[in-house]
Structures are given as C-alpha cells and as structure tokens.
C-alpha cells in the first residue's frame, strides 16, 4: 500500500489494524483523519504526518530514517505508539515534531520491563503541564508527554531540540528535565544515587536524559533553573 502525491492528503484509517505494509511518499504531508495500527513494514520516503486527535501504533519494521523532513506531527492529541523491548538494542527514538517546523524527538530506552509507550510533543513548555500560559525564558521552547500502557518500572527518555527552540536565558550547561506534578508544579528530576530507583538529569549537546519512575512520569520539558521560570517576561 502506497500513498503518493504532490498535494495534502486526508486519510481516515477509521481505528483499523492494517496488515499490509504501508510505503508514504509525499513531500505535501498526510493528515489523519482517524486512528490506525500498521503491523506491516513502515517506510517514510518523503513528508510528514499530522496527527490530529488520531493515535498512530507501529508494530512492524520501519524502513526508513526520520529527520526534519519525515516526521509524525503531534498537533493534537494524537500520539505515537511503539513497542519498546528492555535494553540499549531494543530503544525506540519517536520522531515528533508539535508543527511542520519543529522537529523534537524523545527516545526512550527501557530499563526494567518491555512495555508499549504513546508520545507526543508540546509546541511549548506549559505552566500546567500540558495547559496553561507558556513560559517565556529560561525553558527549550517544546516539552513533551509520554503515556505507558503499563504502570511500573522504569526508563530513560532522551529528548532533542535545535539550537533555535532555546528560549532567553536558557543555559545548556545548567539543563535538566523539568517535571510537572500538579502539587509543586514544575521541578527538576532529581539524582538519588546510582543504587534502587535512579532520578537523574543531565544535558549533552541539546541532548538530556533521564531516569524516571514511570508511575510518576508526567509532562515535562527542558529548564535551566530548578523550577520553571515565571510566565512574564
């Protein structure tokens, strides 16, 4: 199954499960119109995909490499969905973007137990997680929001943005993951130790990492100071 174009195509999947594989091609992007599970082989050839409200599962092989061209974009509520196996071999990169400019993917590595995991990404980092007014400075201007289909255990997410998405006074060399919980708002994850439950955040070439328990996992985005600065300039 191909979809091939020059112009934007609307497609509804209508929630089915498509077995066979599915090959997309088409520089002007695809827009959801529905959810869908492809247990076929995937591959990106060109353009992206808008998400909507629809959630997308990849059960099969992907052929394709995603960069700022070919991507899922996440300008809803609409996630991605992979199966994500424990271990460094088995993680998964979720290529999203929150519009056709912005490209910020999250890869997540698996450290206890094989899970299924829906992602989406923010086009701002928000005061109330995923709502709210946005915050003006001191933040990576995107965040993100992953779903486990099983609670329990724990993983380590690594998110990406361009140099461009670092709003004023942002400073990579005192970055962390911000965590919202609707009890103290947004706060840096912290790092416990290396024995039992493992919280840490560390920032490397517009790279952060963190280990997190997934029961407690919430929206988040990447901060410079130990709580996300003030809405007002």
Known sequence: LELKGT????????GYAISANLQINNPANINLGGSAVISGAFNLVAGKIQMNAY??????????????TRY??????GRLWRDVGVGAANQFSFPVGADASSYNPVTILENQ???R????CLNKAYNSGSTGDAFVKQVVDAGWVVTDATAGGNFNVTGAWSATDELTGFNRSKTGVSKFDVQIAHHLVPHTGIEGRRRRAIEINRHLSSYHDRAKWKPTCATTTPRASPVAS
Do not use: E
């Open 7 to 14: 112009t934007t195509q609307n497609v509804n999947m209508n």
């Open 55 to 68: 959630d997308l599962t990849l059960n099969g092989t992907i052929s394709n490499t995603f960069d700022n």
């Open 72 to 77: 899922f974009i996440t300008n809803g509520n």
């Open 113 to 115: 137990t094989a899970d």
């Open 117 to 120: 995991y829906g992602v989406r």
